[in-house]
């Protein structure tokens, strides 16, 4: 019998209309765990902002991470 498949939740559905995400929100598109995405954003790897107390990342910060790495020499294995 095979398994059911598990259905998209609201938080799995990238809502483009934000203009701040959080690093949670962040870790989710990129498909990384939110341990490593911290560490992403303390070390300047991925763009962010304090708003207050808060740290969030710019919505457009997420492609431009990506691009990045598209374009970072492959590293010698």
């Known amino acids: 019998m095979a398994e059911p498949r598990a259905t998209a939740t609201v ?3 990238a809502d ?3 203009v701040l995400l959080t ?5 989710r ?3 990384i765990g939110r ?3 911290f560490r992403l ?3 300047g790897e991925i763009e962010s902002v304090t708003v207050g107390r808060l740290r969030r990342v710019p919505a ?3 492609p431009a ?4 790495l598209r374009h970072r020499p492959a590293e010698a294995a």
């Open 65 to 68: 991470y990506v691009a990045k």
């Open 41 to 43: 954003v303390r070390a």
């Open 60 to 62: 457009d910060a997420v």
């Open 11 to 13: 938080q799995d559905v």
């Open 29 to 31: 598109r990129l498909r």
């Open 35 to 37: 341990t490593t995405c």
């Open 23 to 27: 690093v949670e929100e962040t870790a």
């Open 16 to 18: 483009q209309s934000l």
